[in-house]
């Protein structure tokens, strides 16, 4: 049994979804893991991780708008306004969605269902850098 | 250290909750492994996981009640609407619950609370078959 | 390749979020792993896991309110309302969190990034006694 552990960095340009499937495959296949099992873990609390379909574009922008929607800027009840109106609904939207994602690997490839794309849902409009961090275990 | 992945196929019926937890165990049991992790991973993006109560099935009801409401179909705002009214709220029920689950084992089984179960969350109205895929490593 | 498995209690009065991060660094130094996967599950579901920002405890504040306005207690829709009218909305804010995560090990300690914290998410308004199951697996 061996693992391996590899931080990528991920750079946003405001709301939206990023996809970095090819960057999680590419360190399965070097691993030279064929079955394990990897787990993606973002390291910041205003971004979030999301496994969704990577066919049509319009589901992205649906599911921006939904969030948007739920955990929208200017509510009035808000007390964490200090870092920028954006702020608040981002620990929002990253409480709702996911921080770690875990995925079994078979034949030295992720068991990704055919729609499945793994992404980097940024909340704030700013351009960030992001780090996410990935770790597989397997022989 | 020891590792088996397996791969269910669960059939529903429409929107609900279908519960699985005795083929997690089954698998536990058949792998041998009294001390080690299970991950479970549903290889789709309409439908998802959850680890809810199955004492009373009306906490279901209720569950389904809720995403109903706060997804439901005939938003006016969506773009993606061309593979059926139920398809992009299924997409958002899916990213607020989860893809993956991980759960330790302890003496040869998942260490689930008393009243926990685990359901594959079906978001569509069509019957389906979902494939969840098991891994365990441990020994 | 070795792992260890640790359970901990966590005493909770009433809604909030309380952060167990120091019990998980010292998990993860006594096991002596300096590479590895960290996972904790929460074995309950009306109480869930949260990894948040620990700067501000306003970000906290906001995030209970949120979650209070999107379940609130009194939905007039609810039919499992035997355990009073704080369960079925604590189930709801369960199945919108999260019920394990796992956190890569480096060098000994969690990749938490500057401002992550995790923690043990109460829905209920009487006091508990939480368990939370830690695993951790590497070398």
Sequence with gaps: MQQSVHSISIP??????????????????ESEIATGLLTVFVRHTSCS???????????????????????PEGMDWLVHTTEGPDDMPAHIKSALTLTSISIPVVAGQTVFG??????????????????????????
Excluded: C, K
Aim: aromatic letters at 12%; a negative charge.
């Design 12 to 29: 946003t340009r405001g709301q939206g979804l990023y996809e970095f499937t090819d960057a999680i495959e590419r360190f399965v296949g």
């Design 114 to 139: 055919t729609w499945q794309g793994i992404y980097l849902f940024e909340h704030r409009r700013r351009p960030h850098q992001r780090s996410v961090m990935l770790h597989i275990i397997g022989e």
């Design 49 to 71: 991780l999301l496994i969704q379909e990577n066919a049509d574009p319009d589901v992205q922008t649906d599911l921006l708008g939904f969030f948007r929607r739920l955990a």
